[in-house]
């Protein structure tokens, strides 16, 4: 229903244009695919009831898409696009939980109060990757840290070890191109945010980068 909506689409290619004219990484259908396919595996693996799942992945593919309308108050009008173009056929207690978890994803004073919001926000701010850069010279990549680190990592990959009880996100960083340090300056309060997320869900939070154990 969500995937398909040509709305939806619409506002996610706009957003991702918009974004591109910014100078922002790559926040289009590979970003927010991803996302709620991270968030529809995190709920497998931590058992959470279909429900949550469901409307985890809708606020997942939908949490971008007000990009468009504005940078800085995007979670706010993505939460405000997704009441437009689905309140009406949604039952309401459903809706409001997906409208709460994209208004919620990027927010200072971020406060869980549905797991579905801490899933999207533990997908989301996992998300780096080389391929979310779209610069076209290696050149113009060394120019901006976002780029740089992007570009840096090779793999990525976000899995629950339930023996452990730990949420944890793994990455292969090229050092050759980037130190490592550069990854925390601008992923730092990201990092933070999750193990914020993770806690809500009543799991710890883990950073391993390059075999090297950092959370
Ligand atoms: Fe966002
Ligand atoms: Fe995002």
């Given at each position: 229903?969500?995937?398909?909506?040509?709305?939806?689409?619409?506002?996610?290619?706009?957003?991702?244009?918009?974004?591109?004219?910014?100078?922002?990484?790559?926040?289009?259908?590979?970003?927010?695919?991803?996302?709620?396919?991270?968030?529809?595996?995190?709920?497998?693996?931590?058992?959470?009831?279909?429900?949550?799942?469901?409307?985890?992945?809708?606020?997942?593919?939908?949490?971008?898409?007000?990009?468009?309308?504005?940078?800085?108050?995007?979670h706010?009008?993505?939460?405000?696009?997704?009441?437009?173009?689905?309140?009406?056929?949604?039952?309401?207690?459903?809706?409001?939980?997906?409208?709460?978890?994209?208004?919620n994803h990027d927010k200072e004073e971020m406060k869980f109060?549905?797991?579905?919001a801490a899933l999207v926000v533990i997908a989301d701010k996992s998300d780096?990757?080389?391929?979310?850069?779209?610069?076209?010279?290696?050149?113009?990549?060394?120019?901006?840290?976002?780029?740089?680190?992007?570009?840096?990592?090779?793999?990525?990959?976000?899995?629950?070890?339930?023996?452990?009880?730990?949420i944890?996100l793994?990455?292969?960083?090229?050092?050759?191109?980037?130190?490592?340090?550069?990854?925390?300056?601008i992923f730092t309060e990201r990092m933070a945010y999750c193990r914020k997320a993770a806690a809500y869900l009543?799991?710890?939070f883990?950073l391993?980068?390059?075999?090297?154990?950092?959370l």
């Amino acid at each position: 229903m969500v995937k398909k909506n040509p709305q939806v689409l619409q506002c996610i290619a706009e957003s991702d244009k918009a974004l591109d004219v910014l100078g922002y990484t790559e926040h289009g259908i590979r970003h927010v695919s991803l996302v709620a396919e991270r968030v529809g595996c995190m709920s497998d693996a931590l058992g959470l009831d279909t429900g949550v799942r469901e409307r985890a992945q809708m606020a997942a593919f939908c949490h971008d898409m007000g990009n468009f309308m504005g940078r800085t108050q995007h979670h706010y009008w993505g939460a405000l696009l997704f009441h437009q173009i689905f309140s009406v056929d949604m039952d309401a207690e459903a809706c409001m939980k997906i409208v709460q978890a994209i208004a919620n994803h990027d927010k200072e004073e971020m406060k869980f109060t549905n797991p579905e919001a801490a899933l999207v926000v533990i997908a989301d701010k996992s998300d780096v990757h080389r391929s979310r850069v779209r610069t076209q010279s290696i050149e113009e990549t060394r120019k901006d840290i976002h780029d740089r680190v992007n570009y840096a990592t090779t793999s990525s990959e976000l899995l629950y070890d339930a023996e452990k009880d730990i949420i944890s996100l793994t990455l292969s960083i090229d050092t050759e191109f980037v130190p490592v340090m550069e990854y925390f300056e601008i992923f730092t309060e990201r990092m933070a945010y999750c193990r914020k997320a993770a806690a809500y869900l009543g799991k710890n939070f883990g950073l391993t980068i390059n075999n090297v154990k950092m959370l």
